[in-house]
């Protein structure tokens, strides 16, 4: 199983960006692809937001309504559409992959949000 995400950058607090991560190589029926983010000095990754592969969503509390997540199952690539950024969306963004509670990550993308 392989993820690349793409897609970080810098934007202006209230700007908006699109993260992608292409998925390859899950063999089952039954997954969730979900995006962690690694904030500045902590080492701990918090959820963000995930999709099932049944299209089952959930959110953080802190990015509803601003972030949403989709995926494509025939380009094989999940999308974060991440709007009304803060200062404290500001970290690294990871793609995850759980297959039967197999944990799969991809590199990272940055994502930095300027005041």
């Known amino acids: 199983v392989q993820l690349v995400e793409s897609g970080g950058g810098l934007v202006q607090a209230g700007g908006s960006l699109r993260l992608s991560c292409v998925y390859s190589g899950i063999m089952f029926d039954d997954y969730t692809i979900g995006w962690f983010r690694q904030a500045p000095g902590t080492a701990a990754r918090e959820g963000v937001s995930?999709?099932?592969?049944?299209?089952?969503?959930t959110y953080a509390d802190g990015v509803k309504g601003r972030f949403t997540i989709s995926s494509d199952n025939a380009e094989r690539t999940v999308y974060l559409e991440m709007n009304s950024l803060k200062p404290e969306d500001t970290g690294v963004y990871y793609c995850?992959?759980?297959?039967?509670?197999?944990?799969?990550w991809g590199q990272g993308t940055q994502v930095t949000v300027s005041s």
């Open positions: 995850n992959a759980n297959i039967l509670s197999r944990h799969v």
């Open positions: 995930c999709i099932s592969s049944h299209g089952r969503t």
